[in-house]
């Protein structure tokens, strides 16, 4: 036991899937989306609020009037990319390698109307920053505390005391 004082039989886990997107920071002041970047190198991420306006998962305002930042995915389906791919073949342009880059490129555009036509999602997983956050003593009251705010939280989660239910959530998404 590297840890000797936590008994593992009360751990609870909550085990989420890793979604391939665009790390996101959305910033709200008095319950209005007022800044929204990406994780840049992880110190000085780039402004992409216009944009993320755009994806329309994404709450412009919030019951919440506290300060707070969020953070999450930005994420598109896999049949965006091939119908993209599909279009920009047709046109002799070069497809895009897979739904991540097209997410990343896609935030990146210069042209909102863009972003809003190719249908970007996103999953928002963390509070960064907010005044309530000690209250949420378990990652799952996150989770429902951002979905009753109306943020999108990736439903496909398990929460368990069971290491054995991890493995089998792992075996079930790999397959």
């Known amino acids: ?18 979604i391939d997107g665009l790390k996101i920071i959305l910033d709200y002041d008095n319950g209005r989306l007022v800044r929204g970047s990406t994780r840049g190198d992880g110190i000085v991420g780039e402004n992409i609020t216009e944009n993320l306006k755009m994806v329309m998962n994404i709450p412009l305002r919030v019951a919440n009037t506290e300060s707070f930042s969020v953070v999450g995915e930005a994420w598109i389906e896999k ?7 599909t279009e920009r073949t047709e046109k002799d342009l070069s497809p895009y390698a897979n739904p991540r880059n097209l997410a990343a490129g896609t935030l990146r555009q210069l042209n909102t109307a863009i972003v809003k036509r190719r249908n970007l999602k ?5 509070m960064d920053t907010h005044a309530s956050a000690v209250m949420h ?18 439903q496909n989660i398990l929460k368990t005391k069971d290491i054995k239910d991890i493995q089998a959530f792992y075996d079930q998404w790999t397959n």
Do not use: R
């Open 1 to 18: 036991d590297k840890e000797p004082n936590i008994n593992t039989q009360d751990l609870e886990y909550i085990v989420e899937l890793k």
């Open 137 to 154: 003593q378990h990652h799952h009251e996150e989770l429902d505390f951002l979905e009753n705010l109306g943020f999108s939280v990736n």
């Open 79 to 85: 049949i965006q990319l091939e119908k993209i791919n």
């Open 122 to 126: 996103t999953f928002i997983y963390d």
